[in-house]
């Protein structure tokens, strides 16, 4: 059973920074395209940026420049690191797979941006 969990989320001041983790048990990870989500309040979850099994990154237009998507096989784990942040950032940040036609999603963690 494949499960994702993710971490790394918080209260930040526009313009700093957060790193984002999520960490990928009971599949073999390195096979996986894996993504981030965000779901703002009152608006429809929304594609992050997404990384292949090949380490080929791809980035919603809102986030180029300022996030970077990584993942590190050896420890199953996909990063989103969010520099530059803006109060338009603040969401429920979800880790996401889909493989066998199935979509797995860790719980979501909460990411705010405010002064």
């Known amino acids: 059973q494949v499960q994702l969990v993710e971490s790394g989320g918080g209260l930040v001041q526009p313009g700093g920074s957060l790193r984002l983790s999520c960490v990928v048990s009971g599949g073999i990870f390195s096979i996986y395209t894996m993504g981030w989500f965000r779901r703002a309040p009152g608006k429809q979850r929304e594609l992050v940026a997404g990384?292949?099994?090949?380490?080929?990154?791809n980035y919603a237009e809102p986030v180029k420049g300022r996030f970077t998507i990584s993942r590190d096989n050896a420890k199953n784990t996909v990063y989103l690191q969010m520099n530059s942040l803006k109060p338009e950032d603040t969401a429920v940040y979800y880790c996401h797979l889909a493989y066998t036609r199935t979509d797995y999603w860790g719980q979501g963690t909460q990411v705010t941006v405010s002064s």
């Open positions: 990384i292949t099994s090949g380490g080929s990154t």
